[in-house]
């Protein structure tokens, strides 16, 4: 899974408990992406970084806040999680700029959530 | 295993035919096409990519085809093995608003390699 590691790999909570999941990658990539993975649906963003302490809202980021305060580390944090946040979240990383035509990007293990 | 695979379409190959997955995508400006492949439990593997100021590129039993003009993708496995069994989508890489560019991936097509 090209140096990127997610935590916890599954995880069960109750409605409106906060939530953090981790994605650690040791490949010093600037780019980081955090995916849902729902039935029915492709891969959605939720939010990216471009740098540390650089980040920016997706496709479906509402209910989600991020964090990077480091190159390796990037943070998603569900405030208040919802049932409709069941999902499978992936991490993932990549080199270049997605504007520079060569998005090229590599996928952690994933984390099974569930919300109860 | 995750339960993505729901609602999927299915292309059930013969091990040793050759399989053809087919993707549709949406931006005609879109210029970065990849083909993932994601195995029950896994996350997403990369298996090739092309841009698009080409029409064909050729990796290791895999061929990916694109066709601007209708917007269609595809993904070609030679001699297709039981170890290919997974869910295959495509994404594209595009200007989504705002100057911001970033994937977009299809739902996926299940491939199931009968013995």
């Known amino acids: 899974d090209a140096g990127i590691t997610q935590s916890p790999r599954h995880k069960v909570t109750e409605t409106g408990t906060p939530v953090t999941l981790r994605c650690h990658q040791t490949e010093n990539h600037r780019y980081m992406y955090w995916y849902r993975q729902d039935p029915g649906h492709g891969l959605r963003l939720i939010h990216y970084s471009y740098g540390v302490k650089d980040t920016d809202k997706g496709e479906v980021s509402d209910g989600y806040s991020v964090s990077r305060s480091k190159t390796e580390d990037f943070l998603l944090t569900l405030e208040s999680a919802t049932s409709s946040q069941t999902s499978v979240y992936f991490c993932?990383?990549?080199?270049?700029?997605?504007?520079?035509?060569?998005?090229?990007?590599?996928f952690g293990p994933g984390t099974r959530l569930t919300v109860l | 295993g995750e339960s993505v695979g729901l609602h999927l379409p299915t292309l059930s190959v013969q091990e040793g035919d050759n399989s053809i997955i087919n993707c549709a995508y949406s931006?005609?400006?879109?210029?970065?096409f990849i083909w993932y492949k994601q195995e029950s439990g896994k996350g997403p593997q990369f298996i090739i990519d092309i841009r698009s100021n080409m029409d064909k590129r050729q990796g290791q039993r895999v061929t990916v085809l694109l066709n601007k003009t209708v917007k269609h993708l595809s993904l070609q496995i030679a001699a297709t093995q039981p170890g290919d069994s997974a869910v295959y989508f495509c994404a594209e890489n595009g200007n989504s608003g705002a100057g911001s560019y970033q994937l977009t991936f299809g739902k996926g097509t299940k491939l199931s390699v009968i013995p």
């Open positions: 993932a990383i990549s080199e270049s700029s997605p504007a520079g035509g060569n998005n090229e990007q590599f």
């Open positions: 931006n005609s400006a879109s210029d970065y």
